[in-house]
């Protein structure tokens, strides 16, 4: 009786109070749980992203920091803008071109590799190849910018871990014709001279980082290259002629300012500039400088019209040499009386353009020399421009040798700019390499008056009919110009030898719009001039004939010199006597 009551209490109903007290255990249990699963998922997940990490910065950055370092050696030479002439012509432009590489940890057998490469490439170093394939390095450049041949050569080697990129190549289609005006660029396309150094970043399409800089519109320049043609084969046929050392040339809008054309012998060609010697890698026309003789006298004279220490009509004595202190100044073709102003002009008469000068004096002198663009440096788009020498102190001495273009050096590009002034009106524009926009005339600084150029305009006329620049003429183009000759300084003084000979003039001279100058380095005299190699016999006759080929592509119209209106247009009246 007692056990079965006691299985009746085993089985009696539970209270509500246990129950209640059990859902909430398991509840508790359950919600237990759940924090513990969402803690180790943590846990988990966290451990995943540090060994991620870990692999991310052990392998992969690694990885990636030696592609950058790959990328860097390997990226091909960067992109370059073109450069045009004036008139849309190529001057320098990019070829896409293949290059050799070698991946050293690839290579088997160095020593036969770089036999067999050096037998398709035979100017290249044989144990210089070897030291490269050698090298344990990831990534090498064995030859830059193989022709379609050599690459061909090298494909059929097989060599296993060399192999082939393309890349970009700076060329120049005209060879040496606009080379000193150009320049070149290096190995990566970096320029290095010229126009390609001055505008580098301009002309720089892509930069190392391989960031876009510009749009890559080609740079215009104001050269025109049939101009640039005639002017230097008429330089290099009067350096032939004459067994010059050199030569110099510049074709000069008087208007605008633009170099036409600008010619530097010797030349070299900026596709091989690195078998280019020092000599002719020198721009004679921009860096050179150089005592322009008597081209300067038409300086001198304009100064003395334009201050009024003398007039057209006046003139000085020239009856016997000038002596200051120890120097004695004499006329290579004396006339030994008075001479007007338009026959010391045309004559070149030493005697009078020194005692013009100092009529006008040291100080007026330098300031006129100065607006002109004499005295500092030519503000020239090139790097390679020369800084002109001057008297330092500047006594009177100095200004009768300046007076007639001794003393004082300057490039034949502040020389051309000078005299453009002279011949437009009396305004100074900066010459520029960069063409300017059509239709736009720069605004320049005046530097002397109106009427002082127009009566420097008759005398460089005069100076062709009648003085000594008659060589220079050239039919139908009514030239005008000056004659220059000066003796080379050396060590021991001036060498009477040596001679820089030039012809500075422009056309036509009724309305002057080009300014043309040739100089020719130490030309030696000929039965044709009769062992004279002054500048009428030498450079006088490059002038004429350079004008008469460019006359007609720059659009010049022929003029009747002997009409009425061209003679009174050009008259000047020739005072002889006393």
Do not use: C
């Not at 606009?178 to 070149?184: D, E, I, R």
């Not at 126009?195 to 970043?201: A, C, L, P, S, V």
């Not at 010797?266 to 078998?275: C, K």
């Not at 004679?284 to 004279?301: C, D």
């Amino acid at each position: 009786m007692s056990v079965f009551r006691r299985k009746a209490r085993a089985i009696a109903p539970v209270s509500e109070t246990t129950l209640q007290w059990a859902e909430e255990t398991e509840e508790q249990l359950e919600t237990g749980r759940n924090r513990l699963v969402v803690v180790g998922a943590v846990f988990a997940l966290a451990f995943t992203l540090v060994g991620v990490r870990l692999v991310d910065l052990a392998v992969w950055q690694g990885s990636a920091g030696n592609q950058i370092s790959l990328d860097a050696e390997q990226r091909p030479s960067a992109n370059r803008a073109d450069i045009v002439d004036r008139n849309g012509v190529v001057l320098a432009t990019n070829l896409t071109t293949a290059s050799l590489f070698a991946e050293p940890r690839r290579i088997l057998d160095a020593g036969d590799a770089a036999d067999k490469i050096v037998t398709a490439l035979p100017e290249l170093d044989r144990q210089e190849i070897e030291k490269k394939l050698t090298s344990g390095r990831a990534f090498i450049w064995l030859k830059r910018h193989l022709t379609p041949k050599q690459q061909n050569d090298v494909n059929a080697l097989g060599v296993p871990g060399v192999g082939f990129r393309d890349d970009r190549k700076r060329v120049y289609p005209h060879g040496n014709l606009v080379a000193h005006v150009l320049g070149y660029t290096g190995i990566d396309n970096e320029g290095l001279a010229g126009i390609e150094k001055q505008y580098d970043d301009q002309l720089a399409t892509v930069n190392r980082r391989s960031v876009s800089v510009t749009t890559g519109d080609p740079l215009r320049l104001s050269i025109d290259v049939r101009v640039q043609f005639a002017l230097q084969q008429e330089l290099s046929n009067a350096v032939d002629e004459f067994k010059a050392l050199g030569a110099a040339g510049i074709v000069l809008d008087a208007v605008t300012g633009e170099v036409i054309a600008m010619v530097s012998l010797p030349d070299f060609d900026p596709n091989q500039a690195r078998t280019a010697s020092p000599n002719a890698m020198f721009n004679r026309a921009a860096l050179g400088v150089y005592e322009m003789g008597s081209t300067f006298k038409a300086f001198t004279t304009a100064m003395a019209l334009d201050v009024g220490t003398v007039k057209i009509g006046g003139g000085y004595d020239a009856t016997k040499p000038l002596r200051v202190a120890r120097f004695t100044i004499r006329d290579d073709h004396p006339k030994k009386r008075w001479l007007s102003v338009p026959e010391i002009f045309i004559y070149s008469s030493n005697i009078g353009a020194a005692k013009m000068a100092v009529d006008v004096g040291a100080d007026r002198q330098r300031e006129f020399l100065g607006r002109l663009g004499l005295l500092q440096r030519a503000s020239l788009e090139l790097p390679e421009v020369g800084t002109p020498l001057s008297p330092s102190p500047w006594r009177e001495v100095n200004t009768m040798t300046v007076g007639f273009g001794h003393g004082i050096a300057v490039s034949p590009v502040q020389l051309t700019g000078a005299m453009a002034a002279l011949m437009n009106g009396g305004v100074r524009i900066d010459p520029t390499l960069m063409a300017r926009p059509p239709m736009v005339t720069p605004v320049g600084t005046r530097v002397m008056k109106a009427r002082t150029s127009s009566i420097m305009k008759r005398l460089m006329r005069l100076n062709v009919e009648s003085g000594t620049g008659t060589k220079a003429s050239a039919t139908g183009y009514l030239v005008g110009g000056k004659t220059g000759t000066a003796e080379k300084a050396g060590a021991g003084g001036y060498r009477r030898k040596a001679l820089l000979s030039s012809f500075i003039g422009a056309f036509p001279m009724n309305d002057p719009r080009y300014v043309v100058l040739a100089v020719i380095d130490e030309p030696k005299g000929n039965k044709k001039t009769f062992g004279y190699a002054s500048g009428g016999w030498t450079a006088a006759p490059v002038f004429g004939r350079v004008v008469s080929r460019i006359g007609p592509l720059m659009g010049v119209t022929p003029v009747d010199e002997e009409s009425k209106s061209v003679r009174n247009a050009m008259f000047i009246r020739v005072k002889a006597g006393g």
